[in-house]
């Protein structure tokens, strides 16, 4: 399972644990506080890439995991570049899964959260690029996906997962559908969870740079409405951006 940090891996692996009763693994060194973190707060499988686990998270080649492993197929996840590098930005400044800096401390150091805009979107763009590139079979999953309609989602995963073309009448259908009845599991609770929650933190500059730069990726993952938008002006005379079309997404 490779996704760029903070696209929702950990909530796709909880759904997977929950559904199959497996563990998941992943490719991070367990000595690090933030894997610690996970493993402690119910990811058992962190550190684990042989057969005690079906599918390993990691995050290659954005950064490099402790151990090498074999993979026969890819599930690719993907995010909103606004939300995952948001999220991401709050994880490096609190270092923490789940706590955030105030959506003042944008606007207090706004060269900074510019110059990790920029740096990002190369990094999101080059991250996927890779995987798409990937001599296995790919299968492409959203987050968005998994919030918004998490039983068809699903279950396309774990019929690319198990290589068969219908889970129609299997127990583990029956799992899916119990699993998408409950509230969604969580390992741990999220910052926010939602999408498209941080139009507000980009201003134009910002949404044009990321555009151009991976409008290729952003077109084909289905986020190019969330970048036509409009330039408003807050009570503080900052221009802000905000969508036109806010939480469409095809």
């Not at 003042?104 to 999101?124: C, G, M, R, Y």
Request: proline content about 4%; hydrophobic content about 40%.
């Amino acid at each position: 399972m490779a996704s760029y940090p903070r696209s929702g891996n950990t909530l796709l692996r909880a759904y997977l644990e929950k559904i199959t009763g497996l563990v998941t693994g992943s490719d991070c060194d367990i000595t690090k506080k933030l894997n610690q973190a996970l493993m402690h707060m119910g990811l058992a499988g962190e550190g684990l890439v042989d057969k005690r686990v079906w599918v390993i998270k990691t995050h290659y080649p954005e950064r490099y995991g402790k151990t090498k492993f074999y993979a026969e197929r890819c599930v690719l996840l993907v995010r909103s570049p606004l939300d995952c590098i948001t999220s991401l930005f709050n994880m490096v400044c609190s270092g923490t899964h789940d706590l955030s800096i105030a959506d003042s401390d944008f606007l207090k150091f706004p060269n900074h959260w510019a110059e990790f805009v920029q740096q990002e979107i190369t990094v999101w763009k080059d991250f996927h690029d890779f995987w798409l590139k990937a001599k296995i079979p790919v299968h492409i999953i959203r987050y968005e996906d998994i919030v918004l309609a998490p039983r068809a989602t699903l279950i396309d995963l774990v019929k690319f997962i198990l290589n068969v073309t219908s889970l129609e009448g299997t127990r583990v259908e029956k799992y899916i559908e119990l699993a998408c009845q409950e509230q969604a599991p969580e390992i741990y609770k999220p910052r926010k969870g939602r999408v498209n929650n941080n139009m507000q933190k980009f201003k134009p500059e910002h949404l044009q740079f990321m555009f151009n730069y991976a409008r290729e990726l952003i077109e084909r993952f289905g986020y190019q409405a969330l970048f036509e938008t409009k330039q408003i002006e807050d009570a503080n005379g900052v221009v802000r951006a905000e969508a036109v079309q806010k939480e469409q997404l095809t």
